[in-house]
């Protein structure tokens, strides 16, 4: 079955420092698919960021980029430059078919 | 505005007292699921459904009955809730079954039960 892990429960970071969210996962599936989702205190969840597993280059959305280690299975989300409003709830998943979670971390930004 | 729209957005209850919490997708996917999400677990999945008319069960089914009349709408029932069903629910579609499609979410129900 299919397994995320996020190893930090909390993170801060200082305003305009880049900060690093960790996950890894666990599959012996040679296809899937690799998302990062925000959930700001309003609770909506918000799609940030997608990677293949099959993508040589990682993926990038602005400010958020993906450092996608494949033979380490790990997809930590890279947030540069963070602004007050990147506070809230990251979480890691992967879909094979369903998609599965992982139990989250909660970035604080620091003004 | 493509999005996911669920009904209602809070919601306190009793035990035992049927409720059904709807859900409608605006971009003809086929692919529609719910979950729930409960602190220090991430969002687990409830029941999911690939297409009208086919629903299967995902990791925490048991108090939850969903249908798939129509390809838009996707309703979670329970039919006796308990406090232990007390969460946030979210109803989630995605185009189809594959690793590539991003899952778009609903904004979320939060139930209680008393």
Known sequence: ?111 | EAQVTQNPRYLITVTGKKLTVTCSQNMNHEYMSWYRQDPGLGLRQIYYSMNVEVTDKGDVPEGYKVSRKEKRNFPLILESPSPNQTSLYFCASSLLLADTDTQYFGPGTRLTVL
């Open chain 1, 1 to 111: 079955a299919q397994k995320i892990t996020q190893t930090q429960p909390g993170m801060f970071v200082q305003e305009k420092e880049a900060v690093t969210l960790d996950c890894t996962y666990d599959t012996s599936d040679q296809s899937y698919g690799l998302f990062w989702y925000k959930q700001p205190s309003s609770g909506e969840m918000i799609f940030l960021i997608y990677q293949g597993s099959y993508d040589e280059q990682n993926a990038t959305e602005g400010r958020y980029s993906l450092n996608f280690q494949k033979a380490r299975k790990s997809a930590n989300l890279v947030i540069s430059a963070s602004q007050l409003g990147d506070s809230a709830m990251y979480f890691c998943a992967m879909r094979e078919h369903d998609m599965r979670f992982g139990a989250g971390t909660r970035l604080t930004v620091k003004p």
